[in-house]
């Protein structure tokens, strides 16, 4: 809630930019997602409408570049292709519809996008900057901004039009809200390491079967030479004189801007029940009447506040200034001057609201003393961006001038470092960015063994890179390899009598024998959990979710077993007791509320998600093959 809180009014087009693969690519320069080019750049096609696979590597690369390489290559890029594809499926389909935006909307709308502003107003220079900054055409961002102008159309009518009934809450709730009573035992595959053990015949066996995979990867090491505009700033000296002339050019950049430390109380409000929303104004109101009474607000807010996540700290928001507050409840926190005074109830769109001022500060220049850091980071970060920008030229000219990286090194004053050898699923360091492991895998770099082209690592830091050692592929001997199949065998072995022991145990446990004898016998312990709800990390995550695998049968003479293999190869033993379903009834009605909004939000999300499958398999595309 108090991040939803922060969120500037304006939200709504922050986030003109669709979803892809689950973050957002806002400003990303896609607006020539869709282009009429030749074949061979084509990724997909919708009828004549294009997407190229150029669009495809751009996201790619700023989402590699910001989460590292969680995620197969291929698999991402397939991600993004389908994503793309549903978006333009989908705008075919609202436009089929008959769904329209004017030009007049979509000016209304661009003007109030928070990035294009200064000082809260639209500002045409910031406009252009931003768009230039990003990779935008005038023409393509308005273009993308009215798509999804039509496509936020769409999803406000399906989400208008679904609703959840009281049979469904009451089903939910009864899953959501289940608690579980349990026993269970587990038993650790590495204590039956003694048991096992691996002839060289089982060795011999086990390579000829695998040799698959049992390879040396394809890797390289790169030697490169690294021109970083942090590195350059670092270099930088600075007299007292040149850091204080800095300060004094630059009062504003050094001006603390008004702000609130305040405490807020929150009761919810649903939209759209009246007799809720009396009722949370009533109780509001209440509290408002205990607190001119001397109560102390930081309890009541901890007791009674439905922002969970400040109720904790007594209702605690910490610093805020303009702009980051809904406008209802900036307008009063900020009406506030006296510490300890309340203000409201102001309703917003959370609910009611009572506003309690810790300390607030007008606008004040801090003085050199303070800054002095900062403005030297500034000021060393200004002469080094004029540097970097002249020893970029230089790195772009003698990269393709020169055959070596060691001239290239030494005419820019830095260093030629070598990398850690790595594979094509990349490594550390400048291994860890996607562009430069393409490029150092390429057929024609891996071939002629040239210096790169000048490949960007960061915001602030490129690379030339070179080729110094490639090891292709190789199968492993049956010796090099000996180790690891001894390592893989043990593993397998012992994951295989933990479970047949673990089985035998659940056959005694189902004939009647006690379970905490039997978990003596093999030195372990029966833990018994009583109450256990469904997202629970106590015991821990694995034993809770086998817990709900287990079908309820409670009912039955026996009590329902199972057992499980867990990602370690151990084996769990389990026995449920007892079921017990959440109950609607007894919720509180401002958690019935919470549940009937949530429940109704995610399912208005799933049915337009669900549409919007269902257009992109209905369209007729045409996949084409990546050229590279």
């Known amino acids: 809630m108090l991040q939803i809180l922060r969120a500037k009014a304006q939200g709504t087009i922050a986030w003109i930019i669709v979803l892809f693969v689950g973050v957002a690519f806002a400003f990303f320069g896609l607006g020539d997602y869709f282009l009429q080019r030749g074949d061979n750049t084509t990724a997909a096609k919708i009828g004549d409408q294009k997407i190229s696979w150029q669009s495809v590597d751009n996201i790619y690369k700023r989402v590699s570049a910001q989460y590292g390489n969680q995620v197969e290559p291929k698999i991402l890029k397939n991600q993004i292709l389908t994503q793309l594809i549903r978006r333009l499926a989908l705008i075919k389909e609202v436009k089929t519809l008959g769904f329209r935006v004017g030009d007049e909307q979509v000016a209304e709308l661009l003007v109030s ?11 045409k220079e910031q406009y252009l900057k931003t768009l230039a900054e990003a990779n935008y055409t005038e023409v393509g961002f308005r273009q993308e901004l009215g798509q999804d102008f039509l496509l936020g159309q769409l999803e406000q009518g399906i989400n208008q039009s679904s609703f959840i009934t009281p049979m469904e809450l009451k089903n939910i709730v009864g899953l959501v809200d289940q608690k579980r009573d349990f026993g269970y035992m587990i038993l650790s595959a590495n204590q039956y390491k003694k048991d096992i053990t691996i002839s060289d015949d089982q060795i011999k066996s086990y390579y000829d079967q695998h040799k698959a995979s049992l390879v040396k990867p394809e ?55 009246a007799a809720l929303d009396a009722k949370a104004k009533a109780k509001i109101e209440a509290i408002l009447v205990e607190l001119k009474q001397g109560a102390d607000f930081s309890k009541i807010a901890t007791m009674a506040s439905n922002d969970l996540g400040s109720a904790k700290n007594g209702g605690d928001l910490g610093w805020f200034v303009r702009g980051q507050m809904v406008p209802e409840f900036e307008k009063v926190a900020f009406e506030l001057t006296k510490a300890g005074s309340i203000g409201g109830p102001v309703q917003t769109q959370f609910g009611y609201h009572l506003i309690q001022l810790i300390e607030h500060k007008n606008t004040e220049v801090r003085p050199l003393k303070a800054v002095k850091t900062l403005a030297e980071a500034q000021l060393k970060r200004e002469r080094a961006e004029a540097l970097f920008a002249e020893k970029a030229e230089i790195l772009v000219k003698s990269g393709f001038e020169q055959s070596t990286l060691d001239p290239i090194a030494k005419q820019l004053g830095l260093k030629k470092e070598v990398s850690v050898p790595f594979g094509r699923e990349g490594g550390a360091g400048i291994a860890s960015n996607p562009e430069v492991v393409k490029v150092a895998f390429s057929e024609t770099f891996l071939k002629e063994k040239h210096n790169s082209e000048p490949i960007k690592i960061s915001d602030d830091a490129t690379v030339i890179i070179r080729v110094k050692e490639h090891q292709p592929s190789v199968q492993e001997t049956l010796v090099e390899a000996r180790a690891k199949i001894a390592d893989r065998l043990i593993g397998e072995g012992t994951r295989e009598q933990a479970k047949s022991i673990g089985e035998g145990i659940l056959k005694k446990i189902q004939k009647g024998e006690n379970p905490l004898d039997l978990a003596r016998q093999q030195k372990l312990n029966w833990t018994v959990k009583s109450k256990v709800i469904r997202s629970a990390a106590d015991p821990n995550r694995e034993v809770v979710v086998a817990a709900f695998q287990i079908p309820d049968n409670t009912q039955s003479e026996k009590p329902p077993l199972n057992g499980f293999s867990l990602p370690n190869g151990d084996y769990l033993v389990l026995a449920l007791n007892k079921v017990v379903d959440g109950d609607w009834s007894a919720l509180a009605p401002d958690v019935q509320a919470s549940y009937k909004q949530g429940l109704a939000e995610f399912s208005s999300q799933l049915e337009y998600a669900l549409y919007a499958s269902q257009v992109s398999q209905a369209a007729k595309v045409k996949l084409f093959k990546d050229p590279l």
């Open 219 to 273: 890797q390289v090491v790169l030697e490169y030479v690294e021109l970083s505009l942090s590195k350059l700033a670092e270099n930088v000296k600075l007299s007292e004189e040149e850091i204080l002339a800095f300060y004094e050019a630059h009062q504003t950049a050094f001006t603390s801007p008004e702000r609130v430390h305040a405490r807020h109380i929150l009761i919810s409000a649903p939209k759209g029940d």
């Open 113 to 123: 996008i928070p990035a294009f502003q200064v000082d809260g107003q639209f500002s």
